[in-house]
């Protein structure tokens, strides 16, 4: 199955300016958004990681298809939906389709990493924030379902700051809709990798982000149900720099690894050759 | 059905006007509590158990906001912890194995935000919660009789019907923490509450909800009529085939799509 894809080393192309919202406003200066050091942006080298902490700069998600994979198709591209009639919200959309290149929060398609077909969406948190509206749950339950049909895994980039606000309820719905796919996926015997990026919070982290057969994370990246602010109020306490990051959340139990970006995509390689079980048919 | 206000309907649904052990011991013979997350604790803000309704065996799971000042502190206002939620899924993982209808029971503002919440894995339990009820083989109701907050609620309303006091609401979000994202303040909470169509005529008009319960002011006939339209609906489920059951149960959050 594979070989469909060997002689096919095209890298997924995207008109999308991805890379400027890198840059920073300072110019060739940019600061980490973790431990605030700041430095020269070709300082970060290919993969945007902080020289000091080593946190990943935010991505674009086309920018993370071009880093992640060795080649990238779009699937469902043109899932067309009405959208709510809410003050402002079409305005905000067309805003987030200008800065992105892309249409909906999240990206998604089948790639290729390491020689092996995988099922793929990236969250783009420049896009609204990546919250999840009823076509961002609409594009994931179309992923898991045509991998599903071609017994295919999926890997998941989750970022995003959770519901969409303008969608109401139908966003709080798409946490039972795009799990209902992933069991479905589940129930075929097909593995589900997360990669948690900065930031996987709310409804996302309640839901599809925590569903994962295994849960990776980028260094320091905020993972958590409720806002910092709103607990701080909550319990009058002030919490500690830590807290809602990956490393402190790997402490809990709740990750299975912090992987640097540099080496993700060689990890993401060695888990699903794990995970591919020999076939009585395979031509290996 | 009623004339009140949005706004109206979020003060109505925090009134406390039902009490999650009032509920259970109106429909319930024979209710029995079973504790314990198994792992780490046993959550007060919620009450789970094995009971009759009527004949039927079942499985109740109700969010508690507690009585008093007391037991309201206890439970934080009905807001599960991480805990709560693993103990709601271990109940329902039992009922799955002994072919029992869940029924949930659904009142709180949202799981509590708080620092052991987070670092228990609050979101992860919902996770779970949902993506488990997705494959469960049994009949599986929830009834929201006060506040539906966010995936606090959802994590118990994942189920082949989802029902509704007439005072009750069910939203992504607070009206206070809406006006307050939206308005720059939570004082708006009326107009919020207008524009995120939480009251139970919209959602059903919606279809997240399949049925509002009209509330009586005389309790036992209250409790009489629901468990009746309770047996009623847990026997027509029981004629779906487990395949159907489940196709029926994913396939009513497919619409929202
Ligand atoms: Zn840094």
Request: hydrophobic content about 45%; glycine content about 8%.
């Given at each position: 199955?594979?070989?469909?894809?060997?002689?096919?080393?095209?890298?997924f192309?995207?008109t999308?300016?991805a890379?400027?919202?890198?840059?920073?406003?300072?110019?060739?200066?940019?600061?980490?958004?973790?431990?605030?050091?700041q430095?020269?942006?070709?300082?970060?080298?290919?993969?945007?990681?902080?020289?000091?902490?080593?946190?990943?700069?935010?991505?674009?998600?086309?920018?993370?298809?071009?880093?992640?994979?060795?080649?990238?198709?779009?699937?469902?591209?043109?899932?067309?939906?009405?959208?709510?009639?809410?003050?402002?919200?079409?305005?905000?959309?067309?805003?987030?389709?200008?800065?992105?290149?892309?249409k909906?929060?999240?990206?998604?398609?089948?790639?290729?990493?390491?020689?092996?077909r995988?099922?793929?969406?990236?969250?783009?948190?420049?896009f609204?924030?990546?919250s999840?509206?009823?076509?961002?749950?609409?594009?994931?339950?179309?992923l898991?379902?045509?991998?599903?049909?071609?017994?295919?895994?999926?890997?998941?980039?989750?970022?995003?700051?959770?519901?969409?606000m303008?969608?109401?309820?139908?966003?709080?719905?798409?946490?039972?809709?795009?799990?209902?796919?992933?069991?479905?996926?589940?129930?075929?015997?097909?593995?589900?990798?997360?990669?948690?990026?900065?930031?996987t919070?709310?409804?996302?982290t309640?839901?599809?982000?925590?569903?994962?057969?295994?849960?990776?994370?980028?260094?320091?990246?905020l993972?958590?149900?409720?806002?910092?602010?709103?607990?701080?109020?909550?319990?009058?306490?002030?919490?500690?720099k830590?807290?809602q990051r990956?490393?402190?959340?790997?402490?809990?139990?709740?990750?299975?690894?912090?992987?640097?970006?540099?080496?993700?995509?060689?990890?993401?390689?060695?888990?699903?050759?794990?995970?591919?079980a020999?076939?009585?048919?395979a031509?290996? | 059905?009623?004339e009140?206000?949005?706004?109206?309907?979020?003060?109505?649904?925090?009134?406390?006007?039902?009490?999650?052990?009032?509920?259970i011991a109106?429909?319930?013979?024979?209710f029995?509590?079973?504790?314990?997350?198994?792992?780490?604790?046993?959550?007060?803000?919620?009450?789970?158990?094995v009971?009759?309704?009527?004949?039927?065996p079942?499985?109740?799971?109700?969010?508690?906001?507690?009585a008093?000042?007391?037991?309201?502190?206890?439970?934080?206002n009905?807001?599960?912890?991480?805990?709560?939620?693993?103990?709601?899924?271990?109940?329902?993982?039992?009922?799955?194995?002994?072919?029992?209808?869940i029924?949930?029971?659904?009142?709180?503002?949202?799981?509590?935000?708080?620092?052991?919440a987070?670092?228990?894995?609050?979101?992860?339990?919902?996770?779970?919660?949902?993506?488990?009820?997705?494959?469960?083989?049994?009949?599986?109701?929830?009834?929201?009789?006060?506040?539906?907050?966010?995936?606090?609620?959802?994590?118990?309303?994942?189920?082949?019907?989802?029902?509704?006091?007439?005072?009750?609401?069910y939203?992504?979000?607070?009206?206070?923490?809406?006006?307050?994202?939206?308005?720059?303040?939570?004082?708006?909470?009326d107009?919020?509450?207008?524009?995120?169509?939480?009251?139970p005529?919209?959602?059903?008009?919606?279809?997240?909800?399949?049925?509002?319960?009209?509330?009586?002011?005389?309790?036992?006939?209250?409790?009489?009529?629901?468990?009746?339209?309770?047996?009623?609906?847990?026997?027509?489920?029981?004629?779906?085939?487990?395949?159907?059951?489940?196709?029926?149960?994913?396939?009513?959050?497919?619409?929202?799509?």
């Amino acid at each position: 199955m594979t070989q469909l894809f060997e002689n096919n080393p095209d890298k997924f192309k995207h008109t999308a300016p991805a890379d400027a919202r890198t840059r920073g406003q300072k110019g060739d200066w940019v600061t980490c958004a973790f431990c605030g050091a700041q430095q020269y942006k070709e300082e970060l080298g290919e993969f945007l990681v902080c020289g000091v902490c080593g946190y990943g700069f935010r991505l674009g998600a086309a920018q993370r298809a071009n880093m992640m994979t060795d080649s990238f198709t779009e699937w469902h591209a043109d899932i067309e939906m009405t959208t709510p009639d809410f003050t402002g919200y079409a305005e905000k959309l067309t805003r987030a389709q200008a800065a992105t290149g892309l249409k909906e929060a999240v990206l998604t398609g089948e790639a290729v990493i390491e020689h092996q077909r995988t099922a793929l969406a990236i969250m783009d948190a420049g896009f609204m924030m990546g919250s999840l509206g009823a076509k961002t749950g609409a594009k994931l339950v179309a992923l898991f379902d045509d991998a599903t049909a071609n017994d295919l895994p999926v890997i998941l980039f989750s970022a995003s700051g959770g519901a969409r606000m303008q969608e109401g309820i139908r966003s709080l719905m798409q946490l039972a809709n795009v799990s209902a796919a992933i069991a479905r996926h589940r129930e075929a015997g097909l593995v589900y990798i997360v990669v948690l990026t900065d930031p996987t919070m709310g409804g996302v982290t309640a839901s599809f982000a925590m569903q994962g057969d295994i849960i990776l994370s980028e260094p320091h990246a905020l993972v958590g149900f409720a806002g910092r602010r709103v607990i701080e109020q909550t319990i009058h306490e002030t919490l500690p720099k830590d807290f809602q990051r990956a490393e402190h959340m790997q402490a809990s139990g709740f990750i299975d690894a912090i992987v640097a970006r540099p080496e993700l995509q060689h990890y993401l390689g060695q888990l699903l050759r794990v995970h591919q079980a020999p076939k009585e048919d395979a031509h290996v | 059905m009623s004339e009140k206000t949005p706004i109206d309907i979020v003060r109505a649904s925090r009134e406390d006007r039902f009490l999650a052990r009032d509920i259970i011991a109106g429909l319930i013979t024979d209710f029995q509590e079973l504790h314990g997350d198994r792992a780490q604790g046993d959550d007060p803000a919620i009450i789970g158990g094995v009971g009759l309704l009527g004949e039927q065996p079942v499985t109740v799971i109700a969010i508690n906001r507690g009585a008093e000042i007391a037991e309201k502190l206890q439970t934080r206002n009905g807001s599960p912890e991480a805990s709560g939620y693993r103990k709601a899924l271990r109940l329902m993982q039992q009922a799955d194995r002994f072919n029992r209808p869940i029924i949930t029971f659904i009142n709180t503002p949202g799981a509590f935000p708080g620092k052991t919440a987070e670092e228990g894995g609050v979101g992860q339990a919902i996770a779970e919660s949902i993506l488990q009820s997705m494959s469960f083989k049994v009949p599986m109701i929830a009834v929201i009789y006060g506040e539906g907050g966010s995936g606090g609620a959802l994590a118990l309303a994942t189920s082949n019907r989802v029902w509704m006091f007439e005072h009750a609401i069910y939203a992504m979000l607070s009206p206070e923490g809406f006006a307050s994202i939206l308005f720059k303040d939570a004082k708006r909470a009326d107009e919020a509450a207008a524009l995120l169509g939480l009251t139970p005529q919209e959602l059903l008009t919606a279809h997240v909800v399949d049925r509002v319960i009209p509330e009586m002011d005389n309790h036992t006939a209250f409790y009489e009529q629901l468990r009746l339209d309770l047996k009623n609906e847990i026997a027509d489920l029981q004629k779906l085939s487990t395949t159907e059951l489940i196709a029926q149960r994913q396939q009513r959050f497919a619409q929202f799509s």
